[in-house]
């Protein structure tokens, strides 16, 4: 079902997004690796390896323009746009008293609004092919907050309010729009965390282990081949949080 297909990953050159690139390419779709400072060469063999193609594109999501540029290179080099996961993303924790401004505004900015900028590219290529999935990467700091997240998990809740907007738009053409919303998963974004801030982690996920980048990739190529899903958020979690 995703042979042949596009497949636009941003932030892939390392952690969730990595995985995720890998993942279509394994199930055959060609991957357009979006990064914003550097990729090794590794990940485009590994992609290329599962005989599909790797266009890496050096993009700053939250820039509008270069956001648009991205979405249309992956056009022009493919000829269509099918699965977009907007999965780049930093942190800049702190507590509310704390937070400068632009901590605040940088982590709006690529979380929020650089979903946005490419939803807003790439949903005209698939209104007009009548087909798509649109899969946004947001957490559950998104759903139940988090102390000293409050940048982070306006941007993760804002997502989910972009997911569902989105979906309702795009669902009469047969465009999808869906959010994984990722617990405690094991990559650089978490390895910074102090081993106090992951034991207490760790007492609120029921499956008793921090996830790995792999099984959020396996949501969300099941997001993009199910064709009956839309406007909502699978949390990928070990039951951190039960909805
Ligand atoms: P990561 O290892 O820090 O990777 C994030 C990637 O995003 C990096 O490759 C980074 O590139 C890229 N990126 C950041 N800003 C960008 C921009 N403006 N334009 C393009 N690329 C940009 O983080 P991760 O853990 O894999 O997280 C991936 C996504 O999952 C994020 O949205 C994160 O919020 C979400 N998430 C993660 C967890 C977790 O436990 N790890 C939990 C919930 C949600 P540079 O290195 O060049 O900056």
Redesign the pocket.
């Known amino acids: 079902m995703l042979r042949g297909k596009t497949v636009i990953v ?2 892939a ?5 990595r995985a995720i690139a890998k993942k279509f390419a394994e199930a055959g779709a060609n991957i357009v690796l ?5 990729i090794d060469d590794e990940i485009v063999k590994e992609i290329e390896s599962f005989g599909v193609e790797c266009m890496p594109y050096k ?4 820039d509008f323009k270069e956001a648009e540029s991205l979405v249309k290179a992956a056009k022009e080099k493919f000829g269509s746009v099918d699965v977009l996961v907007n ?4 942190t800049k924790d702190g507590l509310i008293m704390r937070m400068s401004e632009d901590d605040f505004d940088s982590v709006i900015k ?2 929020l609004k ?1 979903a946005f900028n490419t939803i807003r590219a790439a949903s005209n290529i698939m209104l007009k092919q009548r087909s798509g999935a649109i899969i946004n ?1 947001s ?2 700091s998104g759903l139940i907050g988090n102390v000293g997240q409050a940048n982070y998990s306006a941007s993760k809740a804002g997502l989910i309010g972009l997911t569902k907007s989105a979906a309702r738009e795009l669902a009469a053409r047969g465009v999808t729009v869906n959010a994984i919303a ?4 094991s ?4 390895a910074v965390l102090s081993d106090n801030i992951k034991d207490e982690m760790m007492k609120n996920i029921p499956l008793k282990r921090f996830g790995e ?1 792999e099984d959020v990739a396996k949501a969300a190529v099941f997001l993009a081949e199910n064709r009956y899903i839309t406007g909502q958020v699978l949390n990928v979690d070990g039951g951190m949080v039960m909805n």
């Open positions: 941003t932030g050159a390392k952690g969730i997004g979006n990064y914003r400072s550097r993009a700053d999501v939250s999965n780049a993303g930093i690529t979380n650089g990467m957490s559950v990722p617990g405690f998963i990559t650089d974004m978490t980048a």
